[in-house]
């Protein structure tokens, strides 16, 4: 089975500053990789597919970016609704997420 | 538009076995690849199975394999999740999620259903 490792497990940030999470996959994944947005309560929310696409109608501050095994999101410019926990998803080889990130406030 | 909307809160004991249905409109079933994930309570995501558009099959997680069905009826556009034998590790948010046309992640997702194992 494909394991996805993600780092930080907790990132403390300020409004405005630039955040990037990485997403390592045991073996290469091609660029078969989603990030997912959870807030909590809440469902999660698709945000880039094939490592890099961004979802329709999602901000063009998130981007992602990689591919084989290491992956990264960025958010250039963290705004007050992006604090949450982000979830990349490997679909190479069955479905696999990674352990999660959360955002917090700093 | 896809919109996927789950069954209720359940509350079962150890060793039962508990039914969520996923209901599907904006779309066909047979047009998605329902897939079906867990939360247990502050803790991560986790695939438990679902549909595999290149081999056409359902395919469980290993850690499922022998208590996980995934079933569909295709007339009511509702798909369904039964997990046997629970334990009090199985309290989690069910959600059912799905991909489009042969897309592989997942988009949308249900609201999620809370499945609480408890004597």
């Known amino acids: 089975d494909i394991q996805m490792t993600q780092s930080p497990s907790t990132l403390s940030a300020s409004v405005g500053d630039r955040v990037t999470i990485t997403c390592r996959a045991s073996?290469?994944?091609?660029?078969?990789l989603a990030w997912y947005q959870q807030k909590p309560g809440k469902a999660p929310k698709l945000l880039i597919y094939?490592?890099?696409s961004l979802e329709s109608g999602v901000p063009s501050r998130f981007s992602g970016s990689g591919s084989g095994t290491e992956f990264t999101l960025t958010i250039s410019s963290l705004q007050p609704d992006d604090f949450a926990t982000y979830y990349c998803?490997?679909?190479?080889?069955?479905?696999?997420f990674g352990q999660g990130t959360k955002v917090e406030i700093k | 538009q896809v919109q996927l909307v789950q069954s209720g809160a359940e509350v079962k004991k150890p060793g039962a076995s508990v039914k969520v249905s996923c209901k599907v409109s904006?779309?066909?079933?047979?047009?998605?690849?329902m897939h079906w994930v867990r939360q247990a309570p502050g803790k991560g995501l986790e695939w438990m199975g679902g549909?595999?558009?290149?081999?056409?099959?359902?395919i469980y997680a290993q850690k499922f394999q022998g208590r996980v069905t995934m079933t569909e009826d295709t007339s009511t556009d509702t798909a369904y999740m039964e997990l046997s034998s629970l334990r009090s590790e199985d309290t989690a948010v069910y959600y059912c999620?799905?991909?489009?046309?042969?897309?592989?992640?997942?988009?949308?997702w249900g609201q999620g259903t809370l499945v609480t194992v408890s004597s």
């Open positions: 999620a799905t991909g489009i046309s042969g897309d592989n992640w997942f988009d949308p």
């Open positions: 904006g779309y066909t079933l047979t047009e998605l690849s």
């Open positions: 549909f595999d558009p290149e081999d056409g099959e359902t």
């Open positions: 073996q290469s994944i091609s660029s078969w």
């Open positions: 094939k490592a890099s």
């Open positions: 998803q490997q679909y190479n080889s069955l479905w696999t």
